[in-house]
């Protein structure tokens, strides 16, 4: 049974940090794509930042230089540190892993970012 648990969403002012975590069980980091997703009201889902299998990172270019994506495959938990957050960041984000048979999400974490 694959679960996927986000923690470290909250509300901060503008120009702070976050760090969000995800801790995956039933399925492995190692080995597979993984990446966290965000979605604001009124807007789509979309890809804030990916790690895939051989290990490169990708990012949306609106989080570029703020946002930084890792994981620890000992621990088969993932983190996205949060930095210089900005109002238009305030979304529910969402901890993703894909294998070659499906896609599992997490339930999903709150970030708020006050002006």
């Known amino acids: 049974q694959v679960q996927l648990v986000e923690s470290g969403g909250g509300l901060v002012q503008t120009g702070g940090s976050l760090r969000l975590s995800c801790v995956a069980s039933?399925?492995?980091?190692?080995?597979?794509?993984m990446g966290w997703h965000r979605q604001a009201p009124g807007k789509q889902r979309e890809l804030v930042a990916g790690?895939?299998?051989?290990?490169?990172?990708n990012y949306a270019e609106s989080v570029k230089g703020r946002f930084t994506i890792s994981k620890d495959n000992a621990k088969n938990t993932a983190y996205l540190q949060m930095n210089n957050l900005k109002p238009e960041d305030t979304a529910v984000y969402y901890c993703?892993?894909?294998?070659?048979?499906?896609?599992?999400w997490g339930q999903g974490t709150q970030v708020t970012v006050s002006s």
């Open positions: 993703h892993v894909g294998d070659s048979s499906r896609d599992y």
């Open positions: 039933g399925i492995m980091f190692n080995g597979n794509d």
């Open positions: 790690i895939v299998s051989i290990g490169l990172k």
